[in-house]
């Protein structure tokens, strides 16, 4: 393990607004401990800019362990970086070498609007959600929680999917800029339960096209989705989602 | 929701567009096959068998144009599908990266899966080409005749020929088979994932038999041009 | 000791009847507000956690109008998404003897004897409704081969009654949260405004009748009215700069209520958690936890010898020591996470640290490994021994774990009565950002629990009844107390702008965090807090002189978010500070190190702080006073803890 301090050399996507146009601009940050973590790095890279009077750099963060889904980079061409199963915050400086050049881009598709540097909005897949990505139980309307045994290998699968953290980086990985991989991830989840079939056909349908609306893309089953996926959901849950909707559209 | 208007907003829908393109691409490969295992009748020095299959297609009649116009609908369909998806993909992400790359492990992306738009554009072209020069090329009234069983029939084997005896014609039709390799490489994968009930397990087998038949399809077609160029080299047009 | 609230306000409101009727008969008296009319109210919720999410959602089923604000970009990233271990309920599915009562008993001792008997038995009773709500919702709780629902055990329980969903229990919790609230924006009875921080209450009439807002994208200042406000913005463990929580977790929201006239109680109760990864360099952002079900099979140890460098395979047997084992020989690695954390401290502070720092203790699967296997082991704890490895690049199946406290949940919080109602009427508070029902120490897999209770079965009910029994004369944006307060919330940002100074806002606040884990951390002396006390005074009024915000106030601007939630934490850590040195015994996560027995354990005083201790502010310039809530206990009588 060894600790010598690194240089590093960014690449950083800056852009004041919206409305105005970015470039990228070069950062030399030294001092970089290879325990760090990606984003730790750039809190170093923003003191050094505050300490000179410089403008920060806006990126979207929160928990730092890899769950809540906030951080939202483009490390190298490669949402979250270029380490499997893991989100740009706990991709550590380690894996990268004294001198690297590391370029550094927001997530780039029409349907997450630019907001500033780094960060981007990423509502449209709210909205996707809220178009039928849940189950209809009113507070209290639940019977015992045992009422309703539900197959052991469903249930798994069913988490297998519910591990989406909605970080959009299969839509930033796809050349498509498709989110099919987040809403077949929901859809797949809740209609391996019993729980999810009373709206099983309504939902997919309702989920798609809200995901059209948005103005994603379409999958051309690129697969590029599952490996920038910092939870490793499996492109199976497209396949499912086609199945569903399929089944809905067809058979009711 | 069994309204029609429902049905054509599915077929049209995210969804029902690759579920579209992966049908008539699922068709278009059954297609691709059977012309290649008519085709390989070339490899013989013989031109009668040759001309035989031909004739025998022929001999449908109506049938006949009835599948070639099918078959003509199905790639338009498959283009326009296609073309949609071309074009929301660019309204997608209007601004592009500066650096892109796979991140690798089950990633299927790859130089055929991203000039899908172009190779298949390519295709749609070579068809034009090749069926003015073949379908609608010289005929018996030409004097591209010859006898089988007794009856004058048209000697496509002439032409086919006299087409691969030309060097560029040769190179232009093996650049477009490796083009087509590459659609298939991609476009079986596909096809196979939209439409088949897969499990991640079968994924990586499912990608490599869909790599060997674009690869067996591309190769057996490429070889057609190049086997009758060396052995009819130098034989007059 | 007063049986008597010391201040007319702190009326907890316990309804009356046995324990276990109180809160039937509160929902069979309490007043209902007709559907027609539920319409006709707006309800502000602040956080869209567990708390917030869940209330949120209930509320706009009931028909009222529900403005939903957070501070993330997505009503799904509040920081309850990182609980691991699982959610407690008294279901006793599997049959071992557990109860309502017996979840009650152990929520009232694990949080020694310093939480209300009334709302701790509430809590559960509803535990059981939360476990049904969350399948119905598609939660995809952990199940045995029959298909039915499976349990582990956690933190010290004699039973089996936790629910998890793999290590992501919180998140999928509160993934069920966000889509029933979701649905409700979809059916548009929810509004909701994401990347919005409140920066003020507004009090019209004495009520709490609308917040003060930024958009944290535009940097525009926005008011909201209502007829209530519910606050479900969380803990407040950043003070500490390090803690397990996520980097926007914050205490402004709730300060600011304080600083209204809501009184803030037990602010000093904080719960360090033992087995975290240990800070690796001053430039770390935050901490990570390594789940505690991982004590069941590693073994905790240091050097014998004060500062051994060797590298851990090199120390033979002989040489090490397994302080826990040795000192607890009954509950070893087991003992609750506050003396568990205790002890590391001890060790570290002995000299006898690991790892590059010294600031860490060897966790150990060795024997584990031996006894049952690699494969074993990695089904146990394959998730978390990958996580471990990302982060630290060590891999735990080969070298033992480094592990060390870390701050991660605070039980105190804004006082709230039996009905979730603060001090201010018409503003509820739930979750953690109340003091809510963990006392002194809060029990593993019971966050969860009390967040959701709070938010799908607690506030219906007790919301419903202050609306009906309240009238609400209409108040509009653009009145008196709007504009007041908004003008205040400028001139915070103003002023915080216009210093101009020379230090960032992550130098102050990772020098607070140096001062509040010294002093107001694990153990606590009544010099170290003085000096505490001092010291962040000191920093206080540097700040507003030396302070560096780069950027403008009307657009995206971190520095400047965290400006305001620096200065409101440092007035926090003073009141933790001052709170932490009137109590003069030690109890659950609060260790006064004058005030332990013989063997140095916590010395709890019943006779003399058996209350909450609820603090009213005074003004600017002026100390905040204390008022006390006595407790007493009825059904549990209070005894001291052991696990020798």
Redesign the interface.
Known sequence: MSDTLMTIHLKVWRQDAPTQPGKFVQYTVPGVNPHMSFLEMFDLLNEQLSVKGDIPVEFDNDCREGICGSCSMVINGMPHGPQRGTAACQLHMRHFKDGDHIVVEPWRAAAFPMIRDLVVDRSSLDRIIAAGGYISTNTGAAPDANSLPVDKDDSDRAFDYAACIGCGACVAACPNASASLFTAAKVGHLALLPQGAPERKRRVINMVEQMEKEGFGDCSNHGECEAACPKEISISAIAMMRREYVKAVVGS | ??EPN??LS?LT???????LTGITGVLLVLFVISHLSGNLALLRSDPAPFNQYTQTLHSFGLLLIIVEVGLGLLILLHAYVGIT?MQ??R???????????????????SLS??T?AVTGIILLLFLVIHIVQMRFGPSISQGYSTMINGQEVRDLHRLVVEVFSNIWWVAFYVGVMIMLGFHLR?GI??AL??L?????RY?TAIYSVAFLLAVLLAVGFLILPIWIYINHRGATV | MSQTPTHPKLDAKIPSGHISEKWTNFKSTAKLVNPNNKRKHTIIVVGTGLAGGSAAASLAELGYNVKAFCIQDSGRRAHSIAAQGGINAAKNYPNDGDSIWRLFYDTVKGGDYRAREGNVYRLAQISNNIIDQCVAQGVPFAREYSGLLGNRSFGGAQVSRTFYARGQTGQQLLLGAYQAMEKMVGAGKIQMYARHEMLDLVVADGKARGIIVRDLVTGEIERHAADAVLLCTGGYGNVYYLSTNAKNSNVTAAWRCFKRGAFFANPCFTQIHPTCIPVSGDYQSKLTLMSESLRNDGRVWVPKTIGDKRSPEQIPEAERDYYLERKYPSFGNLVPRDVASRNAKEQADGGKGVGETGMAVYLDFADSIRRLGDHTISERYGNLFQMYEKITGDDPYKVPMRIYPAVHYTMGGLWVDYHLMSTIPGLFVLGEANFSDHGANRLGASALMQGLADGYFVIPYTLGNYIANNTFPKVDESSEPFAATEAEARGRINQLLSVNGSRTVQDYHRSLGHIMWDYVGMGRTRDGLQHAITEIGKMREEYWQNLKIPGSPDTMNKSLEFAGRVADFMELGELMARDALQREESCGGHFREEYQTEEGEAKRDDENFSFAAAWEYQGEGTLPTMNKEPLTFEYVAPSQRSYK
Do not use: F, N
Request: overall charge positive; cysteine-free; hydrophobic content about 35%.
């Open positions: 929701m069994k429902k049905l599915a829908s995210q969804v029902g567009r690759k579920l998806i929301r993909k309204a997608a992400r209007k601004q592009g990266y500066d650096v892109v790359a796979s991140k690798g492990g089950p990633s299927r992306q899966s991203r899908m991609h994968w596909s994932q939209s088949a009930a897969m499990k991640p994924s």
